[in-house]
């Protein structure tokens, strides 16, 4: 068994605070054949630049820029090593120093985080964290074939192949474990991708029903076609700063903490470890859990759970004052690449305790409204859509879920998402039933990024400051 010695579970401290200050995105399709990778990038980048309401001119903040972190999953989809150079200098930042990140599905919030340690360290004052993915030059068998090798080849590969089949073993595991139904898992796919329905980003909105979840093809048993992400093409960026250059180009700024976790490929072998409590934890909670797992010779985290995702929080939540998570978050940005994640996520990141996860959706929590209330949901999932409903360009993902928080705190939902022009700026026409997701007062937010079945993870908390 892994046992944890007091150096491990030590609490990050930056050396300054770290704010997030502008966010910027592209839309996400299956295909972008009419732009170049480095034409995506400079979306985003001019969104961040010119759409953020900064006090200075775009010019002058980008003068202001000392480092810039990329973010990309896969170079294989481009044929071209190192892409991060030539976006930095179609970005016009040459010769700043730049650095590439690659650590999976969890890229976006890596690269969020290796930013954000930037500015915290001194190294830098004004940080640009821009990431991308474009699927496109490949078709889809190939492109999962890319995605596969991310996965250890000894201990995952013989699982499955595909990452679809990983994760469907883990929704049989998880349901049987917890008594989890198929109704949950569809409900899930309901709601994200309601909610994407009133982006102009989206990817792969739509309203659907629960029963037309589970009526559609599998994909990998137990996994329906709607409840699975896919693979999108686009780019989000954002402008991280110390406290003297964030309060001088925003009234508004967001505080921003991150932290990761990582744990082991072996999927099928994991060494049990006894469960790191979170804040509001006690291990008399999860004596009813060891008891349960011990008659299926089961473990944690098992297939159930994801370490990293545990480890991850309970590192930022130490770093951010976090004591309840359902209590102290206002949003959360979860890595729905599949329902099953999404499912899984809740008890790792404490919005219930393990084993009682599916109560979240259940109760109505996760909704903007709840559907047995009519009141606001207590804590909503995934306003953004997701990645079943918006998006999965891996690179971009862990940005795009800061962003949609970092707006949502900012109340600036309804500019990014309802203006008309946004719309039509994709090629799109705004729904004339639109529904606006703006929370009414939000002061705290999570964002989830994953990567593989958990062997990366990072837990960002963006917090209102003025």
Not at 28 to 43: G, I
Not at 134 to 142: C, I, S
């Amino acid at each position: 068994m892994i046992e944890f010695a007091p150096g491990n579970l030590r609490i990050p401290k930056w050396t300054r605070p770290v704010y997030m200050v502008a966010a910027g995105t592209t839309d996400f399709r299956k295909k972008y054949p009419e732009k170049k990778l480095e034409e995506l990038a400079m979306m985003a980048f001019r969104m961040m630049l010119e759409e953020n309401e900064l006090k200075l001119d775009p010019l002058q903040v980008k003068g202001l820029i000392n480092y810039a972190v990329y973010g990309e999953f896969a170079d294989h989809f481009q044929d071209q090593l190192l892409c991060e150079s030539k976006v930095h200098d179609y970005l016009g930042l040459d010769p700043l120093f730049n650095i590439g990140v690659k650590t999976g599905g969890a890229t976006g919030g890596s690269a969020m985080l290796t930013g954000a340690t930037s500015v915290a360290s001194g190294l830098s004052d004004c940080t640009l964290v821009l990431g991308w993915e474009r699927m496109d030059e490949v078709n889809t068998w190939t492109g999962n074939y890319y995605i596969a090798t991310a996965a250890c080849k000894d201990f995952e590969t013989p699982l499955g192949r595909i990452y679809a089949s990983y994760y469907a073993t883990m929704a049989r595991r998880f349901g049987e474990m917890f008594h989890v139904s198929d109704q949950v898992r569809a409900s899930i796919a309901v709601k994200n991708r309601g909610y994407a329905y009133n982006s102009p980003f989206a990817q792969q909105s739509g309203k659907h029903t629960v029963e037309e979840v589970l009526a559609g093809k599998i994909v990998s048993d137990p996994l329906r076609f709607l409840e699975c992400c896919a693979m999108s093409v686009g780019s989000s960026a954002a402008l991280l700063c110390s406290e003297e250059v964030a309060y001088k180009l925003t009234d508004n700024p967001v505080r921003f903490y991150s932290a990761g976790g990582s744990h082991t490929l072996r999927t099928g072998d994991r060494r049990p470890m006894r469960i790191p409590l979170l804040p509001n934890e006690t291990e008399k909670d999860y004596e009813w859990l060891y008891e349960e797992m011990k008659k299926t010779d089961g473990r944690w985290p098992g297939f159930e759970s994801f370490a990293a995702a545990r480890f991850a929080s309970y590192l930022v939540y130490g770093m951010a004052g976090i004591t309840n998570p359902i209590e102290d978050f206002d949003l959360v940005e979860t890595h729905d690449a599949f329902t099953i994640s999404d499912l899984q996520t809740y008890g790792d990141v404490g919005l219930t305790q393990y084993g009682k996860e599916q109560s979240y959706v259940t109760s109505g929590d996760c909704y903007f409204t709840n559907p047995h209330t009519g009141l606001p949901g207590k804590c909503p999932a995934n306003l953004s859509g997701g990645l079943l409903g918006t998006m999965h360009a891996v690179g971009a993902t862990g940005i795009f879920q800061c962003n949609e928080v970092f707006w949502q705190l900012q109340k600036k939902y309804d500019k990014f998402h309802g203006d008309p022009q946004m719309w039509s700026r994709y090629g799109k026409e705004k729904p004339a039933d639109w529904e606006s997701l703006q929370l009414a007062d939000p002061k705290k937010g999570l964002a989830i990024s994953h990567a593989g079945v958990g062997s990366h993870v990072t837990c960002a908390v963006l917090e209102k400051a003025w």
